[in-house]
């Protein structure tokens, strides 16, 4: 049996990551313990480590996209989402969400329970100095509390290709749930970092009839090509007239029925509301962490006669469906392929860096090297 676990933690916000070790508490009832086989790096963690998300507790372990072995169960059998009881050794992922009250207005009567206020996130809302302290994935071991929503990774979905879409995945399953999406539709997409890709993957599994990304990075451009979307537009090297020429010249005339926002940058979405055809839609995930005001004209969005959603964090349904698409076509695209950067826990920090630099697609930290 495994006693202690080693674990960056961020100690306060903009300090950087110490590595400590904990003592592994014995499991309750319904719990279990996870091996950490790839704690992805997410950009929301870099928000996370300069402290720019409101109302999270330091010290903490980050890492919420997280998959690995159970290493060991408490004294209760536990069950995937499927109903299959966990056996030690099962490949798992789970959702970082691990628990929402199912007793608020949000969760009961308004029906969005990603804004419960009771939610529990693993490697963002808990401070790693109170029980079970080991709730990050920047760990060689985590603590699944009772109740988390537990799936198994099949046999042929290899660690790389799960964590490679990490939070991306389900966050596109939720935009894409949001928005009109059918066969036979041309949707645009602002930004080919992870999520816009994985909004890709769906537009393209969907059946969409042209699916343009757009992005400044041409390497993100190339990738987005090798996922097999049917156009790409680099934002540095045109002008948004010529954005506009271009997705008219792809769609008959028109603009795309549907663009996603899935960039971080607020000067997107002017931008959005300028390329989507009239009577379209346009759906804003990338808007999670706050980087200040944009100009935009409102009679433009009010002639245009859109509809404008957007979205916030995402539930289990589409943890599942993610790793359900995932699996479905590990074959068709290359998942595995988003992995760039890997690091031990001891330079988690390093990881860190990378991510914040964009030097990396997808970074992971690897705390046992294999
Ligand atoms: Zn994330
Ligand atoms: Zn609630």
Redesign the pocket.
Known sequence: MVKTSRAAVVPKPNADLIIEEYEIPELEPGAALMKVARG?V????VWLWQGKLAGVPYPLILG??VVGTIESIGPRPIKDLDGNELKVGDRIGFH?VTQTCFSCYYCLIAKTPTKCPNRKVYGITMDSTKFPRLIGGYSEYLYLSPGTHIMKLPDHVSFDGASAV???MP?AVHTVLRSPMRWGLNVAIQGSGPVGLMIAVLSIVNGASTVTVLDKARNRLDIARKFGVTHTLNIGETTLEERKETLREITGGHGPDIVYEATGSPQAIPEGIELVRDGGSYTICGQYTDHGLVEINPHLMNKKHLDIKTVWGSETMHVYTGIKTIADNFERFPFESLVTHRFSLDDAQKALEAQEKQVSLKAVIQPHGD
């Open positions: 992805g997410c950009g929301t963690d919420h996209e970082d990490g939070c991306a966050t």
